[in-house]
């Protein structure tokens, strides 16, 4: 009999994915999403036609409120929780408020409540953040794996690292504790700034907004920043991978492979050339005087970022997954400035 998986926040970046991954390999799915008639729930729907019209359920379902998860738990197997609240970056802009950060320390808390009163649950997989990883305390040159997490106190930290960590320390502590097995195996994903193909114009508002404002600054120079990217794609394989495999377990590291922004910058101009993109770094004096002007960096930002190549043990991620990055990064890049132009700038012609 087919299998069943519940996949909370389904209409979002990861979790459109993570249904298209799980109907591709027989998965009957249960996407919960809050708008059920959102472009991403719409996508979805148009994903199951070519499975069968059993294959998906659209349910309604709010992380923040209790017991919302508990009828789509019901007739499951599986969870795979992607649900989130997101907000990139260091940010000043008072419509981000640390308290509607807060909503995915609430949405863990309910999300561990309704599976606790789910006993028929084989395995819980649950995506968590880079953002619960990086520390304060730590050179440039420290090597990160599934022990270290963000110890920033809540007054010095950005709001969705924060509510990251304290979500995932939350699960972590509560499964070790269960002595009474009403909780099922629990697998935590950390991943890092996730790029590659998206259906719905919402999409672009999480870390593809960092290509998108890259797009859009038109500036002959950009900071010096590095960042990790996984293929949207190939995460959403990995946790489906995860639902089936006994030896995985406990907590990943899912960084994917590290560029900086210049080097985004050159396979930008060199496949979409209709851009105009930086050629230099600018010295780190000057960034830090834009960042005065500009609410998208704050020196808080900087200070963990700026020139700094993070490093990673990602050793018992491929001990567990037969080759994880299995998409070139060049070719995430190229898919996600595609998708840019013709999903959020719809009638673009790309260049590809």
Request: charged residues 20%; proline residues 4%.
């Amino acid at each position: 009999m087919r299998e069943t998986v519940c996949v909370t926040g389904a209409s979002g970046y990861l979790g459109t994915h993570v249904v298209a991954e799980l109907l591709s390999q027989g998965y009957r799915v249960i996407a919960s999403v809050r708008e059920v008639a959102s472009e991403g729930a719409q996508h979805l729907r148009q994903l199951a036609l070519a499975h069968g019209a059993d294959t998906l359920e659209v349910m309604r379902a709010d992380f923040t409120v209790p017991n919302s998860l508990d009828a789509a738990l019901a007739g499951s197997d599986f969870l795979i929780a992607c649900a989130a609240t997101t907000a990139l970056g260091f940010t000043r802009d008072v419509d981000v408020p640390h308290t509607h950060q807060d909503a995915n320390i609430i949405g863990a808390d309910n999300m561990l409540q309704s599976v606790k009163r789910c006993t028929h649950l084989k395995k819980v997989v649950y995506s968590s953040s880079m953002a619960a990883v990086f520390r304060s305390d730590v050179g440039g040159d420290h090597l990160y794996d599934e022990s270290d997490w963000n110890n920033d106190s809540k007054a010095n930290s950005e709001p969705y690292f924060y509510s990251k960590t304290q979500a995932e320390r939350l699960l972590k502590t509560q499964h070790e504790a269960d002595t009474s097995g009403a909780f099922p195996p629990l697998v935590r994903f950390n991943p890092s700034v996730l790029m590659g193909p998206f259906t719905a114009r919402a999409h672009q508002d999480s870390s593809i907004s960092i290509l998108r404002n890259l797009l859009n600054a038109r500036a002959s120079g950009c900071p010096r920043l590095y960042y990790s990217i996984a293929d949207v794609r190939d995460v959403a394989r990995i946790y489906v991978e995860a639902l089936r495999n006994p030896a995985v377990e406990g907590r990943y590291l899912l960084p994917g492979k590290s560029i900086s922004l210049l080097g985004i910058a050159a396979v930008v101009a060199q496949h979409f050339p209709m851009y105009k993109m930086p050629r230099r770094e600018l010295k780190g004096a000057m960034v830090y005087a834009l960042a005065a002007h500009n609410t998208g960096l704050t020196t808080a930002y900087l200070d963990k970022f700026l020139g700094i190549e993070h490093r990673f043990d990602d050793s018992k991620l491929k001990r567990d997954f037969c080759d994880p990055y299995r998409i070139d990064l060049v070719q995430t890049l190229i898919d996600s400035v595609t998708a840019i132009r013709t999903v959020a700038q719809p009638g673009v012609q790309s260049a590809i």
